[in-house]
């Protein structure tokens, strides 16, 4: 099945006048290291333009300071204080330019023996879990995977030709193997639940075949599912909007020279069309 607007608009999270911060869920990011500090922005910036209550950022000392001239609403943890304060929050966004230094290597491995509340993995977090002998059964069900092809091929062991060719039934076999969700990225990125359910975005734009929009689609699920939506609703509509936001992107641009970052203030304005039940042209 294709994702359609009127599926993404009944799963919409609500919005009630009398919120507060902690109505829309906290999150926490670990994300960025010394060569990606960017990963670590755009991650976070996308969980609160999708509508996160409050972001903490867990990353290196220098990835602090470039963040928090960028993105003043965001709050910090240091690494080290992670284990002791993961039942804090609700949704854990672990890996997007995290890398795979030891240090790294260390803290997902002790992540995988705590209780965690949902969790969305991208990027550096899927490459260390690949290392790891039966990691999809320390980690529970409530868990999104956002690999692109490469990531996947790590995580499975098959090319990216026998990904590629038979994506949909690949990501099924996986994703009831693992019994998580499994979001493949590309064009027309393909969702799957562990009990088989595939959803296919509509989308395919080369605007978003482009650095840091992995980190963003990961922020944006993650924010989705601060709010309250089931870990696959929250993948689905999370990549509806952020396919949406790139074609509004592609309006502007052509094809080519869009820098990920631009999808974030594009981000609210989308949801706010869907709302609205319209597709007005951002200008």
């Not at 911060?21 to 996308?46: C, D, M, N, R």
């Not at 993105?71 to 992670?82: H, I, K, M, R």
């Not at 992107?249 to 094809?255: A, L, S, V």
Request: net charge positive; aromatic share 6%; proline share 5%.
């Amino acid at each position: 099945m294709v994702l359609t607007k009127e599926w993404v608009v009944k799963r919409l999270p609500k919005r009630p006048k009398n919120a507060h911060k902690g109505t829309f869920g906290k999150v926490l990011v670990i994300a960025g290291s010394e060569h990606y500090p960017g990963a670590a922005y755009l991650s976070s910036s996308a969980c609160y333009r999708i509508g996160a209550g409050l972001v903490v950022l867990a990353t290196e000392s220098s990835v602090k300071i470039i963040v928090a001239r960028q993105l003043p609403e965001v709050t910090f943890l240091s690494l080290g204080e992670v284990i002791g304060k993961i039942d804090k929050y609700d949704v854990l966004l672990l890996g997007p330019g995290l890398g795979q230094k030891e240090k790294a290597v260390d803290l997902v491995s002790r992540l995988l023996t705590k209780e965690l509340p949902k969790v969305v993995i991208d990027g550096d977090g899927l490459n260390i879990l690949s290392k790891i002998g039966g990691w999809w059964d320390k980690l529970d069900k409530e868990v999104v995977l956002t690999p692109h092809p490469g990531e996947m091929t790590r995580l499975t062991g098959k090319s990216v030709d026998e990904i590629q060719t038979d994506r949909v039934n690949v990501v099924q076999y996986f994703a009831k193997k693992w019994k998580k969700i499994v979001v493949l990225k590309g064009a027309n990125t393909i969702i799957v639940s562990p009990a088989g359910q595939v959803l296919i975005s509509p989308f395919a734009n080369p605007v978003l075949a482009t650095a840091g929009t992995g980190d963003i689609l990961a922020g944006v699920i993650a924010g989705l599912l601060a709010q309250g939506l089931n870990a696959f609703d929250a993948a689905c509509v999370g990549v509806y909007i952020h396919g949406l936001a790139g074609d509004r992107i592609r309006e502007r641009t052509g094809d080519a020279g869009a820098l990920a970052s631009e999808l974030l203030p594009i981000l609210p304005q989308v949801i706010k069309d869907l709302v609205n039940k319209t597709e007005h042209r951002i200008s």
